[in-house]
């Protein structure tokens, strides 16, 4: 009795141990395994966005049994206004992708950003994130978009390529009107909107380093600065306060040397990307024969030594 009691064990567990590799076998292959988990890496929830300005859609998802290449990536972007009226804007395959918020769409429209992950057993998973209007004011945000870099602005720019972030920086608009980025070295930026400057290095990335590259490009602090320099008694940056001329620009600068020639001051201005000189006589400004020049944000004044 008892080495029947023992065999039957012996060929329920034989039995059992032969069953396993098929039984995972079949939940593999019968669509019983572990779904994607899917992230979005931009933009992030609750987040602004500014009209007129691209919004760059970045995904990434881990699976523990397929390879990235075997996932299917879906963006869908609703938008909705103040009615909560919803509107499909977007609908793409893929790991990025990028949309275009309108300028004159209804004001205080928000977006709803959906991503769905799915492995080739249609397990999937989704991930939303919304995004809310930057500004109430149409001509802020309009000038938002349109502002253009200048020295002393700090920018941060975060790249992402193959589903993952390869870089994230915050650098500063030099004096000349250059930034400085990992991989691409110095690049000229002075003139350029972010959302050029942007284009200008998914560009070079996509060239020489990358496969589809997104780069996006936020301004964290406006400098809004004169730069003045040359023979005055405190050179250096000053804000550009509104009515700021050549000669007041130069008077916050500590005032003129005794070797400062008035006649040929010179104000360096970045327009479309080149720099324009502005020659400027002050000593016909400071006895009222000619009209003060009004500064802009990121100009150079430059008042040079008096010749002999």
């Known amino acids: 009795m008892g080495k029947r009691i023992l065999l039957g064990g012996f060929l329920v567990a034989l039995i059992a141990c032969m069953a396993a590799p098929a039984f995972a076998a079949t939940a593999k292959k019968g669509g019983r395994g ?9 933009p992030r929830d609750s987040s602004t966005y500014t009209p007129g300005a691209v919004v760059s859609l970045v995904g990434r998802a881990t699976d523990n049994e397929d390879k990235d290449d075997k996932l299917t990536y879906q963006w869908d972007v609703d938008a909705f206004n ?6 499909r804007i977007l609908s793409f395959k893929g790991k990025n992708a990028t949309f ?12 709803e950003i959906r991503l769905v992950v799915s492995d080739p057993t249609k397990h999937r998973d989704t991930v939303v994130v919304s995004l809310f209007p930057g500004s109430s004011n149409p001509a802020a945000a309009s000038d938002e978009v349109s502002y253009q870099l200048g020295p002393g602005d700090m920018v941060n720019v975060a790249i992402y390529a193959g589903g993952e972030k390869q870089e994230d920086f915050t650098a500063e608009v030099s004096p000349a009107g250059t930034l400085t980025s990992p991989l691409i070295g110095q690049i000229a930026v002075a003139g350029t909107t972010a959302f050029q400057l942007s284009g200008k290095m998914r560009e070079i990335l996509a060239r020489e380093f990358f496969v589809d590259p997104q780069v996006l490009v936020t301004v964290r602090n ?20 509104e009515g700021l001329t050549v000669l007041s620009a130069c008077t916050l600068a ?37 009209p003060d020049l009004a500064v802009a944000a990121g100009d150079r004044v430059d008042v040079p030594h008096r010749r002999y």
Do not use: C, M
């Open 254 to 290: 500590g005032g003129f040397t005794n070797y400062a020639a008035l006649n040929r001051v010179k104000v360096l201005r970045n327009e479309n990307g080149k720099t324009r000189t502005i020659e400027v006589d002050l000593s016909k400004v400071r006895r009222g024969k000619t």
């Open 222 to 241: 406006q400098a809004r600065k004169v730069f003045v320099s040359g023979e005055v008694r405190n050179p250096g940056a000053y804000n550009a306060q």
């Open 100 to 111: 275009v918020p309108k300028q004159d769409g209804p004001p205080g429209t928000t977006y």
């Open 34 to 42: 572990t779904a994607p988990v899917a992230k979005i890496e931009s």
């Open 82 to 87: 103040v009615g909560q009226e919803r509107a």
